[in-house]
């Protein structure tokens, strides 16, 4: 399987790269255990390569709340240590997007950046190639089931009322946010009035520790799906002791930085579920490694979201359509975030699906009117400069 993702196409030769920042209004806030998101300062990279061009997303947020990353920092690493390596020098004409992750490798950490990279080299080779992102990765659907993530409400009423909106839309599962004072009473809440059929599921965002085992082996009463990265991000061993005093399947985030990390954690028994999202792991290459690590293992995979526009969410859709996601994904639609969207809007299919963009490279048109109408910044870096 490794050479799925390791062979793969011949690298186009980039004569700049574009990093435009827009800015997009969220449709409403979206509150986590670690804070309050009410619009997305996105970073986008577009990689000009003659005839070809390519996007990518980069997922960092505004502040580094969620991980260490954030998006001015992703500019910043992006123009002076990634780009450099990629547009200068013997290798600007030569970097394939599979050789990316290696070239970039002496820089530590700044996944979220080295993804945005690597998904607009694939973007602009797989365009050239006329594939699509689906066929490259190894998708075998040609539609995904989506799923949703609920914020933290002021009320339970104003909980309930949001889950009924979302169940009306068609999607397939349900996941609350929690955090300590917000976890057993809104679950059950909702576990009693949507019934025992819906699939519900919580992410915790690290706000718990292990102290608090005994309160979260509440939320076992109620069926979930799964638990989602209770406990910080590098207590991988702590979760391992969790996972054996409650019973509901233990998923990780923010923890599985890498397909090495995930295997570690799947030996040591620190979860039973996975949740990959690209821009965590440094790309989508390394996340079907993950997903190979966790098939290979029995460990089911789902593909977590980041509030991304239709550039991320286009090429997050090809990923969870890969065998071995089983379970449905951060994956909505593009009006759960969005008013107006800087691609063509995905919609939700009366089946609780999207589809998967069938198109080469993510197969989708970016509305780059749309996109200068957002623009906050424009910055472009030139090969060889
Ligand atoms: O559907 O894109 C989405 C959002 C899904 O809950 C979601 N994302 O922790 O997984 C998360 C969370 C998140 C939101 C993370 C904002 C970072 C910033």
């Not at 990629?86 to 599979?98: P, Q």
């Not at 992750?101 to 973007?123: N, Q, T």
């Not at 009423?157 to 809104?186: F, Q």
């Not at 550039?311 to 090809?318: D, Q």
Request: net charge negative.
């Amino acid at each position: 399987m490794a050479t799925r993702v390791q062979g793969g196409t011949a690298p186009v030769a980039v004569e700049a790269v574009e990093l435009i920042r827009v800015r997009l209004p969220l449709v409403a806030p979206f509150r986590t255990s670690f804070g309050t998101e009410t619009r997305r300062d996105v970073l986008l990279v577009h990689v000009l390569a003659g005839d070809s061009e390519g996007w990518g997303e980069c997922v960092a947020m505004q502040e580094p709340l969620y991980s260490s990353e954030y998006v001015d920092a992703a500019q910043r690493v992006i123009t002076e240590h990634l780009l450099p390596r990629l547009l200068t020098g013997d290798t600007h004409k030569a970097v394939s997007a599979g050789a990316i992750a290696s070239v970039l490798e002496p820089i530590k950490g700044h996944r979220m950046a080295k993804a945005a990279l690597e998904a607009a080299w694939l973007d602009a080779e797989l365009r050239r190639d006329g594939q699509s992102f689906a066929a490259r990765l190894g998708a075998v659907r040609d539609r995904v089931p989506s799923g949703v993530s609920v914020g933290i409400m002021a009320s339970i009423p104003d909980l309930l009322d949001a889950v009924s909106g979302y169940l009306d839309n068609g999607y397939m599962r349900i996941k609350l946010k929690i955090e300590p004072g917000w976890d057993v009473e809104p679950v059950r809440a909702v576990r009693e009035r949507f019934g025992a059929d819906l699939l519900l599921q919580v992410d915790a965002n690290t706000a718990y520790t292990l102290d608090d085992a005994q309160h979260l082996a509440r939320l076992d009463e109620f069926g979930l799906l799964l638990i989602e990265q209770p406990l910080p991000e590098e207590q991988i061993l702590a979760h391992a002791k969790l996972a054996g005093q409650v019973r509901t399947p233990i998923c990780l985030d923010e923890s599985i930085v890498s397909a090495l990390v995930a295997e570690e954690a799947i030996e040591m028994g620190a979860c039973a579920i996975v949740n990959i999202k690209p821009g965590r792991v440094g790309g989508y290459l390394e996340a079907v490694r993950i997903h190979d690590v966790c098939a290979e293992r029995s460990i089911p995979v789902w593909c977590g979201g980041m509030l991304e526009t239709g550039v991320g969410r286009a090429a997050n859709v090809a990923l969870a359509a890969l065998p071995n996601f089983t379970l449905p994904g951060d994956t909505s639609a593009s009006d759960r975030y969005f008013a107006e969207d800087i691609t063509p809007p995905f919609v939700l299919g009366a089946d609780g699906c999207l589809p998967v963009p069938q198109g080469p490279g993510i197969g989708v048109e970016v509305l780059r009117d749309v996109v200068d109408s957002l623009a906050t910044s424009t910055q472009l870096v030139r090969a060889g400069a």
